[in-house]
């Protein structure tokens, strides 16, 4: 018991130590996210269009800087050794790894989410998109779990950045195929959103996906013995 | 041994709030006496005169900026005399939650009245009349999701995330810099910085009550509240000016004077009856005219506030003291009772006078029976007077 709780400590602690490494760069993004929504607030398609692709933009830009900066850097720059000869398991550690880069991303990613739908709900924007827009938010949120599992497996930076550039290269695919759906592109006008079976099972299957990196990652970094 | 902290009450800002709430119920209630917002306000009356012009659009260049202002300096006093933390959650607690409680009920209750007011008026505003053909269509529009003048704490919940996240990013550097900046500089720095977002808009600007961040308001109010956060630290950054205060009184008398002999007959919002509004370099030389009475009225107000207001009076402080729950329920009061007054064949001075009295005395009164008993007093009392103790001492001095 007092083992836990003492790990819990460090945990907490170590997340508290990205959180402060991480804040200067998530008060920037702060910045963006609100004139993003700012931006995409003025309703007007030229500025939806911008806001749109910043906004795209800016959810990945904060997963790839999360994951290298956290994650990939700590090997980089010899923080790893020095913190795995603290007393804290190397579990402890990747635990904490997960936890708040997680946290770090889904936090934003998910008010950046809610502020698109509120600009689409209240806007004369058609309400049609919606589905897009989820379904696009939620790959890249996919795409973030993956190579945060590489960064968190692998701490190298050349697999990280690999995956990224996979996974975004996709996300184009991912868009086009979805707009060529005609299950997807004849909602897209409507005046409410129209969740058919298609985009329900895509949105299914993005979530499993994602759950499951996440549970994958976390079963090889238990069975992980050595992170030097 | 303990040192004993000595507590310095600023009353000139104590009374600045209470003459800045009382000047926001008779602008809002001088707009229904005003020609040139006939077509758009909701209580326009019958009758109109210019006289209701003057003072509504004299006083909404600067008010809101001296309230943008005060916040900033407030911000930074809460800041340094409790912490990151427990600004955060005072914060929250009486800025986000009213807002929060008090925008979905203030809505509804506004709505119901438009409704009576539609059901009871036979002199009907041309609002009212728009709103009426418009329930004649078989599907309505909905009216867009708005934030009502409860767009300040909106708003103002932004200024303290930027707040953190430049803290964050670039410490006191701005600051710094900003102080080192010569009075005409400064001042010119602002106004020219200003100019771009306030062309954005319609003239003269409207208040950003949409459910999204205002960018232009963002960045407008968001330069006076950084003046008054820097004020806190700096006080140079205002008090600079006093020296030459009766010049920039004048300066922001006859920018305003041309800004308002330049405004179109009637203020309809561009969208909904295009042309009306001034374009190109008109525009540009208004929005330049505009941006500069609103900067240097803000700051005489403020420094002719230090010189004139700093005493300390029992009715003021008690106008402070309800200021921010009056700020809260006054509009759709001052609506109801001008919807009432529509009907009347009284003198629209008259109207006037007695729709701002009974605003003010209602919302008084509901502040007796509804808040200064009840849990409520801790979102819109809590410790409203001004005090600087634990400050610095330079500050104590100079502010």
């Known amino acids: 018991m007092t083992t836990a709780l003492t790990n819990l400590q460090m945990i907490k602690r170590l997340v508290i130590k990205d959180w402060e490494l991480a804040k200067k760069t998530i008060a920037a993004y702060m910045i963006a996210g609100i004139f993003t929504v700012g931006l995409m607030g003025m309703a007007t398609t030229y500025t939806f269009n911008i806001g749109a692709i910043l906004m795209i933009t800016l959810l990945i830009v904060i997963g790839a800087r999360s994951a290298i900066e956290l994650v990939v850097n700590e090997k980089k720059d010899q923080t790893l050794p020095f913190i795995l000869s603290l007393p804290v398991t190397v579990q402890d550690y990747a635990l904490a790894k997960l936890l708040s880069n997680l946290v770090l991303y889904f936090v934003p990613w998910f008010i950046l989410l809610v502020s698109m739908l509120v600009v689409i709900v209240s806007t004369p924007i058609y309400n049609g998109v919606i589905p897009l827009v989820v379904l696009v938010s939620m790959y890249i949120l996919m795409a973030y779990c993956f190579y945060l599992g590489t960064a968190l497996l692998s701490y190298s930076e050349g697999y990280t950045v690999a995956v990224m550039i996979v996974t975004n290269l996709l996300l184009n695919g991912f868009i086009i195929g979805l707009m060529w759906m005609p299950q997807i592109n004849q909602t897209m006008e409507a005046a409410s959103a129209s969740w058919n079976p298609t985009s329900l099972l895509i949105l299914a299957a993005l979530i499993a996906i994602s759950l499951a990196a996440l549970l994958l990652t976390a079963y090889l970094q238990k069975r992980k013995t050595s992170f030097l | 041994m303990n040192v004993v902290q000595r507590s310095v009450r600023l009353h000139y800002l104590d009374n600045l709030r209470a003459f800045a709430m009382l000047a926001g119920i008779f602008f809002h209630a001088a707009l229904a006496y005003s020609p040139m917002m006939h077509n758009v306000w909701p209580t326009a009356d019958a009758a109109n005169h210019w006289g209701f012009d003057v003072f509504a659009w004299s006083s909404h260049l600067f008010r ?336």
Request: proline share 7%; aromatic share 16%; net charge positive.
């Open chain 2, 64 to 399: 809101m900026p001296v309230f943008f202002m005060m916040a900033g300096f407030f911000a930074a006093l809460l800041m340094q005399k409790r912490g990151g933390l427990a600004f955060s959650k005072n914060r929250l607690l009486r800025i986000a939650l009213p807002l929060v409680l008090f925008l979905p009920i203030l809505s509804v209750i506004t709505m119901w009245i438009i409704g009576d007011a539609l059901a009871h008026v036979t002199h009907k505003s041309p609002f009212l009349g728009f709103v009426q053909m418009m329930m004649t269509m078989p599907e309505p529009p909905q009216p867009p999701l708005s934030t009502m003048h409860l767009w300040f704490l909106y708003h103002l919940l932004f200024f303290y995330v930027l707040t953190y996240v430049l803290k964050t990013l670039l410490g006191h550097k701005v600051l710094d810099w900003l102080t080192e900046l010569k009075p005409l500089t400064l001042l010119l720095a602002m106004i020219i910085s200003m100019v771009p977002a306030l062309y954005m808009v319609s003239l003269p600007f409207p208040a950003p009550e949409w459910i999204f961040p205002a960018l232009w308001a963002l960045w407008f109010y968001g330069l006076f509240f950084a003046l008054g956060y820097g004020f806190f630290s700096h006080a140079k950054l205002i008090l600079q000016f006093d020296p030459y205060r009766h010049y920039w009184l004048i300066l922001g008398v006859l920018s305003f004077a041309a800004f308002y002999a330049l405004l179109p007959e009637s203020l309809i919002p561009e969208e909904y009856a295009p042309g009306t509004q001034p374009v190109g370099w008109l525009k540009l030389g208004m929005t330049a005219l505009e941006a500069t009475a609103s900067v240097v009225l803000t700051l005489c107000t403020v420094l002719y506030a230090k010189r004139l207001l700093n005493f300390s009076s029992m009715v003021l402080r008690y106008i402070s003291r309800v200021s921010y729950w009056v700020y809260i329920v006054h509009l759709p009061l001052l609506f109801w009772i001008q919807f009432h007054l529509l009907d009347l064949d009284w003198h629209i001075g008259f109207k006037f006078i007695v729709g701002t009295a009974a605003t003010l005395l209602l919302s008084c009164l509901s502040f007796h029976l509804l808040v200064s008993w009840t849990s409520l007093s801790r979102l819109f009392v809590g410790n409203s007077s001004v005090k600087l103790s634990q400050a610095k001492p330079a500050i104590q001095q100079d502010v």
